[in-house]
């Protein structure tokens, strides 16, 4: 019996310190507007951690430092035309330093920001509540912030200072930077 293919993707667990803690961003999903983190493929010519900062300027308008290491992995099943597709997604943790009004998808997606002991409640995925659980446990237990989680990590490569804020183009990855297209691709 042949094995499924399984697609990998990348999600943010984008935090911020809150007057009364640690926020957690959640955005819907586009079809069935649940609560998720920010997600999408692995892009060719980006690794995941790079798609993973992408998609979170995409998905909820957010840019930040991107921690190196992947902090935790859940598996769902994707809905698309062909049925069920599996797929692995590779979360990494980012400190976000800018929330931007205006991204490629907000008048597709809503954003809120979630008390980090709240946030596996609210996420739809019994796998993703599960790891959501495992972090919150994990930093109420040995005081772990967004600080510690991104102690490697480097500048996210989407953000305001990358001149992207206004940006609703997909992105473009030129010389190791991120670029607003001036035109859509063809």
Not at 26 to 50: F, H, N, Q
Not at 63 to 70: A, E, H, L, M, T
């Amino acid at each position: 019996m042949q094995k499924p293919f399984v697609t990998r993707q990348a999600a943010v667990l984008a935090v911020r310190q809150g007057r009364d803690g640690l926020k957690v961003l959640m955005v819907t999903s586009r079809r069935r507007r649940r609560w998720v983190l920010p997600k999408g493929m692995i892009d060719a010519g980006l690794t995941a951690r790079e798609s993973a900062a992408r998609e979170a300027w995409e998905e909820a308008g957010v840019s930040g430092f991107v921690g190196r290491r992947i902090i935790g992995h859940y598996r769902y099943g994707k809905t698309g035309r062909h049925g069920l597709k599996p797929c692995i997604v590779e979360v990494y943790a980012m400190n976000v330093t800018g929330v931007h009004p205006s991204w490629p998808e907000h008048r597709q997606r809503r954003r809120a920001w979630l008390p980090l002991e709240r946030v596996a409640g609210a996420a739809s995925d019994g796998q993703l509540a599960h790891l959501l659980s495992v972090v919150a446990s994990r930093a109420a237990t040995a005081g772990t912030g967004p600080d510690t989680w991104a102690v490697n990590g480097v500048p996210g490569k989407v953000g305001a200072r990358d001149g992207l804020a206004g940006c609703r183009r997909r992105p473009a990855i030129v010389r190791g930077k991120a670029a607003c297209p001036r035109r859509e691709p063809r």
